[in-house]
C-alpha cells in the first residue's frame, strides 16, 4: 500500500472518528434534555393542585358481632403509616410505625399523654422534624413549599415463621410504607404511594404469604390527561393443608391451585377443597382490583394487595365472635391539577406623541382637558403661551414574563457539526487518493 493511500485511509479514519464523538455528544444532549426532575418551581404555573397519598402495608381491624358506635372496629391499626397532602393552601406530611386506632387513641388521650412515634412535618411550620427510630420502627416526614416525603418501617405484627417468638405463626413482618406528591419536570405533578409486606403468615402457618407490594403513581401535566401507574404483585403464597404444602394464587374468589400442581381436569375441585379447609379453620382470603374514580381534573385510586380475615371458631352461643382483618398493601391516593391560563397577549402601548400646540379655528379659542387619575375631569385652563410636549402615558405596562423566548435546539448545532465533518473527511479522503493514482507509474 502507498504512502498516500495509508495517508488517505488514516484521514477517513479520524473523519469517522470525528462524526461519531459528535453524534456521541448529541445522543449524550438529547438524553440530558429529556431527563426528569423534581422541580417545586412549577407550582405557580398551576392555579390548582392537590396531592394526596396514604400508605399502609399492614392495616389491622379487630370487629366483633356487636360492635357499638365503631362499625370500624375498636381496633383499626396501620403498620405503619404514611400520609402527605400537597395543595395550594400548603403541605404537609405524617408518618407512623404504628398508627392506633379508636380505642388506643381513647385510652392514651384520657390519660394526657402523646405518643412519640408519630413525626409530623408542614411547610409553613416544621418542614423538616427529627426522624424516629426505636429498633426496627422508624418514621421520617419532611415538607418543603411545593412536595412532601412520609416514609415508614415496622418489624412484625404478631409473630411470624421468619421473627419466631415461641407462639404459631400469625402475622406480618418486614412491612414498609412511602408515599410522597411534588412536582417534576417532565411529568407535572406527580403523587405515588407504596407499600410492600416481606412475609406473613395465618392460621399458625396455614396460609403463608411472601412479598407482597402495592405501588401506585399518578402524574398530570394539569391539563386533564393522567399518566396512571400501578402494580399489584404477590411473590409467593402457599396453603398447608393434611401436611401438604401447595403453591396457590390469589384471585378476588379466594386460592386456586398453581396448574403445574395439580392435573388440569383437577385444578377446580382442588382449589375448591383448599378454600374450604382453609375456611374450616377460620381463615379467608382474596385480592382486590383497584378501584379507580376520575371526576374532571381530579384521580382518585384505591389499591390493595391482599386481604386476610380470620375469625374466632368454637366460640360457645351467646358470646360475640370476633374478627381480625389484615389488609396487606394499602394505598390510597388522589391527583389533581390544573395549569393556570395563559397570560393574555396585550397590545403594544401607542408611540408618544408630540403636541403641536393649539389650532388656529377662526375666532374660536382652544382649551387644554386633563383627566384626573381619581376619576374626575379638571376644570378647562386657558393654553398656556409655549404649549408644553407631553407624552401621551401608555395605556398599561406590558410584564416581562408574557415574552417567552424558547431554546435553541442543541442536537440541530452537533448534527451540522457532524454533517461537516463527514464533507471535510470525505473530500480530503478522495484528494489524497487520488494524487496517489497519479503517482503511480
Known sequence: MSKANRSGRRLLLVGGIGVGMVLAASDVALVTVGHAAQDDTLAPTYSIYNGEVAAGADRETVTTENDVGLPGGAVNNYYPDTRVGVAVAGTSAEA?????????????????????????????????????????????????????????????????????????????????????????????????????????????????????????????????????????????????????????????????????????????????????????????????????????????????????????????????????THVLGDVVLDNEAVLAPPLPVLAPAPAPTEDTGPTNLGSSTTTTVITNTGGAAAPAAPAPATPARVAAPPLYAVPTTAVVRQPHPGWLLFAYLAWQALLVALAGAVYLHRSALRRTP
Open 96 to 324: 407512623s410505625p404504628a398508627d392506633t386506632g379508636p380505642l388506643a387513641q381513647a385510652i392514651i388521650g384520657g390519660q394526657g399523654q402523646t405518643q412519640p412515634q408519630y413525626v409530623r412535618a408542614s411547610d409553613p411550620g416544621t418542614p423538616n422534624p427529627p426522624a424516629y427510630q426505636a429498633g426496627p420502627a422508624t418514621a421520617a416526614a419532611s415538607a418543603g413549599p411545593a412536595s412532601a416525603l412520609a416514609s415508614g418501617t415496622y418489624g412484625a405484627v404478631g409473630t411470624t415463621a421468619t421473627s419466631p417468638l415461641g407462639a404459631p405463626a400469625e402475622g406480618s413482618d418486614g412491612l414498609t410504607a412511602r408515599s410522597t406528591s411534588y412536582f417534576d419536570s417532565a411529568l407535572g405533578f406527580v403523587t405515588v404511594g407504596d407499600a410492600r409486606v416481606h412475609h406473613a403468615s395465618y392460621g399458625g402457618g396455614m396460609l403463608v404469604l411472601d412479598d407482597v407490594h402495592v405501588s401506585v403513581s399518578v402524574s398530570s401535566p394539569g391539563s386533564g390527561s393522567f399518566t396512571k401507574k400501578i402494580s399489584i404483585t404477590v411473590g409467593a403464597a402457599t396453603v398447608t393443608a393434611n401436611g401438604t404444602t401447595i403453591p396457590v394464587v390469589i384471585d378476588q374468589n379466594g386460592v386456586t391451585v398453581q396448574q403445574q400442581n395439580a392435573p388440569l381436569d383437577q385444578v377446580q375441585a382442588v382449589s375448591q377443597t383448599l378454600n374450604q379447609q382453609l375456611a374450616a379453620a377460620g381463615i379467608s382470603v382474596h385480592a382486590v382490583s383497584p378501584q379507580i374514580t376520575q371526576q374532571g381534573p381530579d384521580v382518585h385510586i384505591e389499591a390493595v394487595g391482599v386481604v386476610v380475615t380470620v375469625r374466632q371458631v368454637g366460640t360457645p352461643e351467646g358470646v360475640p365472635k370476633q374478627s381480625v
